[in-house]
């Protein structure tokens, strides 16, 4: 039986690297991207290969269309199929007003968060739409409960593509239904992950869990769990849902 192939993008860390340690253990041949940090997507690579997975660390800029197609032909060349995509990849700049906000702040948000997005898309449908002569798949992508408040004060720009995402999500999981390809989406908040340093404020879910139904910030465990089940056939009459990871928020 060959091993199904899962690539997740931005699996160097946080949420990313959970997914892709759960993905192995769940029998998956991972294709762990990452942009900068190849100490830490290769610690990931061979966590998953000394309990026998099978993993690569494959480095790719996903705001970057050469290195989006780079990062699909190493996988076709390693796997040779591919079966799910999860559109983890994304950047948080620091809190801020979007008075204050810049153009070229703008333009690297939404080329890495939403651009990265739908041109790994397109890539991950020529290759597993039944129609193309694939045998079908599933994209996660992992947006944001901002896509619902609009993180306003902070990050209205990453709010916005998050928005954009779940668009996506909706969109896509109708046109490629009947292609063998099911689109669905995670709403994480409140995870203890460090991309809440890039926005300025490391300890940011401490100083917000008492106002969590739950009183807590969840686990990147929490989060790959929920991927997974969407990845995975346990969800094969599910297209075009969003599971929010979010302590009842």
Same mark, same amino acid.
């Given at each position: 039986?060959?091993?199904?192939?899962?690539?997740?993008?931005?699996?160097?860390?946080?949420?990313?690297?959970?997914?892709?340690?759960?993905?192995?253990?769940?029998?998956?041949?991972?294709?762990?991207?990452?942009?900068?940090?190849?100490?830490? *997507?290769?610690?990931?690579?061979?966590?998953?290969?000394?309990?026998?997975?099978? *993993?690569?660390?494959?480095?790719?800029?996903?705001?970057?269309?050469?290195?989006?197609?780079?990062?699909?032909?190493?996988?076709?060349?390693?796997?040779?199929?591919?079966?799910?995509? $999860?559109?983890?990849?994304?950047?948080?700049?620091?809190?801020?007003?979007?008075?204050?906000?810049?153009?070229?702040?703008?333009?690297?948000?939404?080329?890495?968060?939403?651009?990265?997005?739908?041109?790994?898309?397109?890539? *991950?449908?020529?290759?597993?739409?039944?129609?193309?002569?694939?045998?079908?798949?599933?994209? $996660?992508?992992?947006?944001?409960?901002?896509?619902?408040?609009? =993180?306003?004060?902070?990050?209205?720009?990453?709010?916005?593509?998050?928005?954009?995402?779940?668009?996506?999500?909706?969109?896509?999981?109708?046109?490629? =239904?009947?292609?063998?390809?099911?689109?669905? *989406?995670?709403?994480? =908040?409140?995870?203890?992950?460090?991309?809440?340093?890039?926005?300025?404020?490391?300890?940011?879910i401490n100083r917000l869990k008492e106002g969590i139904p739950l009183k807590r910030g969840g686990l990147t465990e929490e989060v790959a769990e929920a991927i997974l089940w969407l990845a995975s056939e346990k969800s094969s009459y599910s297209t075009?849902?969003?599971?929010?990871?979010?302590?009842?928020?």
């Amino acid at each position: 039986m060959t091993m199904k192939t899962i690539l997740i993008t931005g699996a160097s860390r946080g949420i990313g690297a959970a997914t892709a340690l759960l993905a192995a253990r769940n029998g998956y041949a991972v294709a762990v991207n990452y942009q900068k940090n190849h100490k830490a *997507a290769n610690e990931v690579v061979n966590q998953i290969l000394s309990v026998g997975g099978e *993993a690569i660390a494959i480095q790719a800029d996903v705001s970057k269309e050469d290195e989006i197609l780079h990062l699909f032909s190493v996988i076709d060349s390693r796997f040779g199929n591919l079966h799910c995509l $999860v559109n983890n990849a994304g950047i948080l700049e620091h809190q801020m007003k979007l008075v204050d906000m810049d153009y070229a702040r703008l333009q690297r948000m939404f080329k890495a968060n939403i651009l990265g997005s739908f041109l790994c898309c397109k890539e *991950a449908i020529k290759r597993m739409s039944t129609k193309l002569g694939g045998k079908g798949g599933t994209i $996660v992508n992992v947006s944001s409960i901002a896509s619902r408040t609009g =993180a306003p004060f902070e990050y209205i720009d990453y709010a916005a593509t998050k928005g954009a995402l779940d668009s996506l999500t909706i969109g896509l999981s109708k046109e490629v =239904a009947d292609e063998g390809i099911r689109v669905n *989406a995670v709403r994480p =908040a409140f995870i203890y992950t460090d991309i809440h340093a890039d926005g300025g404020e490391p300890d940011r879910i401490n100083r917000l869990k008492e106002g969590i139904p739950l009183k807590r910030g969840g686990l990147t465990e929490e989060v790959a769990e929920a991927i997974l089940w969407l990845a995975s056939e346990k969800s094969s009459y599910s297209t075009g849902i969003f599971i929010d990871v979010t302590g009842g928020k």
